[in-house]
């Protein structure tokens, strides 16, 4: 698993795992569950963007570059949803959301490992025999 080929042979499961990551976190906000964020909305849907194109297999520049544009984006918007919790920590009020594992400041840093691995997944794939 820890072998970049692990992931470039299970890309489709890994867009799947991706699409089920982005709509159950879809699902969470329109069941009120979570709050309106602006944030995890372009995160949750970025995510599962990236995972169609996973699942599609397609190895052309214009998608992977499309698809890092996208990423970036995703990824920079976690970056700030982030950073604005270091600011809340160094200003001294941070708190954890109750429960914990809806909160903000830890969902942001796991989308961002997320997008960055969908995009270097995406873009360092390799043309199949039959696309070349």
């Known amino acids: 698993m820890l072998k970049y080929e692990f992931y470039q042979e299970n890309i489709r499961a890994l867009g799947i795992i991706a699409i089920i990551i982005s709509i159950g976190a879809w699902s969470l ?3 009120e569950i979570v709050y309106k964020c602006p944030y995890c909305r372009v995160q949750r849907t970025v995510i599962g963007l ?4 996973m699942i599609t297999g397609t190895s052309n520049f214009i998608i992977k570059y499309i698809s890092s544009v ?8 976690a970056m700030t949803q982030h950073f604005r919790g270091w ?24 989308a961002m490992f997320i997008i960055i691995a969908q995009v270097w997944i995406i873009c360092l794939r390799k043309a199949s025999v039959t696309q070349q």
């Open 70 to 77: 996208f990423g970036f984006f995703g990824a920079g918007v």
């Open 87 to 110: 600011i809340n920590v160094h200003k001294g009020e941070f708190t954890w959301h109750d429960p914990f594992y809806l909160d903000s400041f830890l969902l942001s840093f796991l």
């Open 50 to 53: 990236l995972g169609v194109v």
């Open 29 to 31: 906000d329109w069941f």
